[in-house]
């Protein structure tokens, strides 16, 4: 199964280089692990392709039922966890920063009910965690989706909610000087999210949508910078309430009509392991602590 799992991820990397950066193996090391599968199976599974592997019709066909037995395989560990009645174990956990701050340090109360569970946290994006979480770097991942933008989510994970962020156009008081946003946003500089993030895609569309184009001066992932920029009046940006809902002094906040999701997800089969459950009903029990913020911060503005 696990030179299944490789060719798997060969077939959704598309390189034996991105298989080895995502599975902490060599290259070399994953070359000879397949063709020992193609031994196995007396087939030829991959082909070379100028300086790379591609998967023949028998690869593809491999992967397709590798994936389907990957989830039966993680499916009865779990049912065997959940015989045991023991909630044991570690789980890894990603989330992206304002996740990470508000929810994740409620959520690791579970510890404390459960001494034999152990949660270990790495902030990273959702289009970093999902494929690590694919390729088994991850247990669970806290994602989001914004309105609007094309789904994402892959066939091969199990999603569950945890609720709705509201969203926010946000801008120093006196970078507006009396304005409306629609006549002052294609004049003053903004902060977003990196070029082919799902929150740029939606940022943009917003603004848009309020009839102008916007000047993307800053760029960066960490909300924080978002925030920091915005205060000392350097910049407008659109923000979560997750990332406002401790205060913000001197801003402007105007409800921009819509809400991302907040989502958890783990790969098809380990959803029922006692672990993953106990985890994300933590954080659900988290999300639904700071509903009543939002809905005060939602009545503000």
């Known amino acids: 199964m696990r030179r299944v799992r490789l060719l798997v991820e060969l077939e959704r990397r598309g390189s034996l280089a991105s298989v080895a950066e995502a599975l902490h193996l060599s290259a070399s090391g994953i070359s000879a692990q397949i063709a020992r599968l193609e031994r196995e199976v007396g087939a030829n599974l991959v082909a070379r392709s100028g300086r790379g592997l591609r998967l023949t019709e028998a690869g593809h066909r491999l992967a397709e039922n590798g994936r389907g037995l990957l989830a039966a395989m993680e499916a ?3 049912e065997l966890r959940q015989l045991s009645g023991e909630v044991a174990g570690t789980v890894r956990l990603a989330s ?12 690791l109360a579970c510890e404390e009910t459960h001494p034999g569970l152990r949660v270990e946290l790495v ?9 690590a979480l694919l390729a088994g770097d991850f247990d669970l991942v806290i994602a989001e989706e ?3 933008v094309h789904p994402w989510i892959p066939v091969e994970t199990h999603r569950e909610d945890l609720g709705v962020d509201p969203l926010f156009i946000v ?5 507006l000087q009396g304005r409306a946003l629609s006549v002052a946003g294609g004049r003053i500089p903004w902060v977003m999210e990196a070029r082919g ?5 939606w940022a943009e569309l917003t603004c848009r949508r309020l009839g102008f184009e916007p000047d993307v001066r800053y760029e960066s992932d960490d909300l924080l910078v978002h925030l920091e920029l915005i205060q000392h009046g350097r910049a ?7 990332a406002v809902v401790r205060g913000a002094p001197g801003l402007h906040l105007t409800p921009a009509g819509s809400a991302r999701t907040l989502l958890t997800l783990s790969r098809v089969g380990s959803e029922h392991s006692p672990a993953v459950r106990v985890v994300r009903d933590a ?5 639904r602590s700071v509903d009543s913020a939002f809905e005060l911060l939602n009545r503000a503005h």
Request: negative net charge.
């Open 76 to 78: 009865a560990e779990s």
């Open 96 to 107: 992206f920063q304002s996740a990470a701050l508000l929810l994740v340090p409620h959520a």
């Open 123 to 131: 902030q990273v994006e959702p289009e970093v965690a999902v494929p």
């Open 146 to 148: 914004y309105p609007g």
């Open 171 to 175: 801008v120093a008081e006196r970078l």
């Open 197 to 201: 993030s799902a929150a740029r895609e």
């Open 236 to 242: 407008a940006g659109l923000l979560p309430a997750l």
């Open 283 to 287: 954080l659900l029990a988290a999300m």
